[in-house]
């Protein structure tokens, strides 16, 4: 974890943080600070964790020392159980909704074993929780059918998705996830409502065998707003928020990592009717992007660079 300044120095590590699984994909995966940042200093973020059984996506927070060089009082408030044998699939974005409490993604963990787990209300594996800055439940949760239901759970049936953004017109909330062989999805996110997976998709396994029934539709059962096949393994997400460019106002913009290129989408009417593909020269993996406060848009790398992008 580091500070990189608008004008591009990089600090040094920031410490104070728990140990880290970065075995396979894991990682620290997602971050956020709090809205009233400028009075309490908080900052939100999800790793990969080892616990007795395996690996999990965990929650922290703390508070950035004044220095910056420090996390103070950092604290696990949330585990996405149960523990996989697994270092993949770990989901991990986070962000603040409008209410105050906090979105974040889990993945399915990619074993045959876990993967069904998606479809169980039960466990937190492949679903997007809603909590508190505590860690506990949200207040306005969904409702889900089964009396076992996590109470944390927002919605359900998600493969591996790293990317949550919330429209700044509309205010829902959109999220991507890798998806198998052909079936990398773009999803609006509905409190409630099932995404489906591994029970249908437009994807195969990598290794070419249909996925259970093979089926891409079912009652019940949300469709993607658009998906990708080829596959882009879509990754970070943000909405380009004001018009200081003015034909990508409430655009979105997506990090594809095995597409490397930056996609940007046109949205009217909640449907999609236009993609671009930006930087495709720069031969980069994107990881994330984000909008600053200075209205750029900042993307970062798996080869560990940060791109600035805007007017001039
Ligand atoms: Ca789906």
Same mark, same amino acid.
């Given at each position: ?8 120095? /990089? &600090? ?9 699984? *970065? ?5 620290? #995966? $997602?971050?956020? =600070? ?71 993604? /889990? &993945? ?9 787990? *998606? ?5 937190? #594996? $492949?679903?997007? =929780? ?72 437009? &994807? ?109």
């Amino acid at each position: 974890m580091r500070i990189v300044s608008q004008t591009g120095e /990089t &600090g040094s590590p920031i410490t104070g943080i728990p140990v880290v699984n *970065s075995g396979g994909q894991g990682g620290l #995966l $997602g971050l956020c =600070i709090d809205p009233e940042f400028s009075a309490n200093r908080m900052v939100y973020w999800v790793f990969s964790e080892n616990i007795s059984g395996g690996t999990v996506t965990t929650v922290a927070k703390g508070r950035l020392s004044s220095e910056e060089t420090t996390i103070e009082n950092s604290e696990v408030i949330y585990r996405a159980n149960p523990a996989a044998n697994s270092t993949a699939h770990y989901g991990g974005r986070i962000l603040f909704d409008q209410t105050g409490n906090l979105l974040v993604s /889990t &993945g399915e963990r990619s074993g045959i074993a876990t993967r069904p787990l *998606s479809q169980d209300v039960d466990a937190a #594996l $492949g679903k997007i =929780i809603r909590i508190t800055t505590e860690g506990q439940p949200a207040p306005g949760n969904p409702q889900f059918s089964d009396a076992d239901a996590l109470p944390e759970l927002y919605s359900i049936g998600h493969r591996n998705p790293q990317g949550l953004a919330i429209h700044p017109v509309t205010e829902e909330l959109w999220q991507t996830e890798h998806g198998p062989r052909g079936g990398d999805e773009l999803n609006l996110v509905k409190p409630g409502a099932n995404y489906g997976w591994p029970t249908i998709t437009y &994807g195969i396994e990598y290794g070419g065998q249909t996925i259970g029934a093979g089926i891409q539709q079912q009652d019940g059962m949300e469709q993607p707003v658009y998906y990708w096949d080829p596959v882009v393994s879509p990754s970070g997400i943000t909405f380009y928020k004001g018009n200081r460019i003015a034909e990508w106002e409430n655009n979105l913009f997506i990090g594809s990592l095995s597409g490397q290129h930056i996609i940007r989408l046109i949205i009217v009417n909640d449907r999609i009717i236009g993609e671009e593909r930006l930087l495709s020269g720069e031969n980069q993996r994107f990881r994330d992007i984000t909008q600053g406060t200075d209205a750029a848009l900042y993307a970062i790398t798996d080869q560990g660079r940060l791109y600035k992008i805007d007017i001039d």
